[in-house]
């Protein structure tokens, strides 16, 4: 690449730009991975667990699912 | 492999084997690419050195276009067959496509002005792209919106199925239009138009770009795979203390 050429401020820019917004994209993802394992740590800190403790009343029916089981899946409890 | 990755366990099991290695790679040939782009590529006998400027400028579009198509494809997969990950797949990939659609915009219009004189005009093509970088927006905010996971994804996939129409307008506008944008000397009938001393880092540039969002992809949907076993367990410790 030659420095000295006309335009090259565009080309640098362009690069630049690039960069500046793939590293605040890495970053800004790096930063979530972070925060999402910190608040895991502290619920399981805390006992909590993915699945509520079984009541009297769903004990009887033993095929029964608890409502937050399937959220880990994104998907609406059946 | 589809069906294999249902289990998200499973998915969070083969991501922790595989990126290492696929950060090795992204880093080899997104290297290899840069450095053919910025070292080894001769300038253009027209345009001189703002050639170097497409070795980010394409693949950055290409991806802005291919991601939006993940995230909608995605979708109709979740509509379709449940797929428990899909949902979460899109979501992970479109903060990837805004930026890569911004990088596209920025980098566009940094050789528009040595190479057109202008920065920008509202050509066909041009536009198109905006409304693309506007859909991921609205795509964002919908997810950021709506708190219950399965009601975002039913929203946020409408919007993704509906906006997919953009792409070809997008694809199609410099044949459809007279636009100030050139037409498409990629893929094209009768194959590239450039010379093979351009077309080869071009290629591997795009081969860098696509690994670096396949990794980043990955590393994001996991965050989305823990941020959702976070919520389910703040789902049940409010269940058991009522």
Known sequence: ?78 | MFNYLANPNRFLRVQQKVQPWLVALTALVLGYGLYLALVVAPPDYQQGETVRIMFVHVPASSLAMGIYVFMAVAHALGFVLRHPLADAAAKAAAPIGAVFTLISLATGSLWGKPMWGTWWVWDARLTSMFVLFLLYLGYIAVWQAVDEPHRAARVAGIVALVGVINIPIIKFSVEWWNTLHQPASLLRAGGPAIDSSILTPLLWNMAGFALLFLTLLLYSLRAEVLARRARQMELAQAGASM
């Open chain 1, 1 to 78: 690449m030659d420095f000295a050429a006309r335009h090259i401020g565009y080309v640098i820019a362009a690069y630049g730009v690039a960069l500046v917004l793939l590293a605040g994209l890495v970053g800004v993802i790096v930063l979530r991975m972070r925060a999402v394992r910190k608040r895991l740590a502290e619920l399981e800190a805390q006992g909590a667990r993915r699945r509520a403790p079984a009541r009297a009343s769903s004990a009887e029916n033993s095929s029964a699912k608890p409502a937050a089981a399937t959220f880990v899946e994104g998907r609406k409890p059946s």
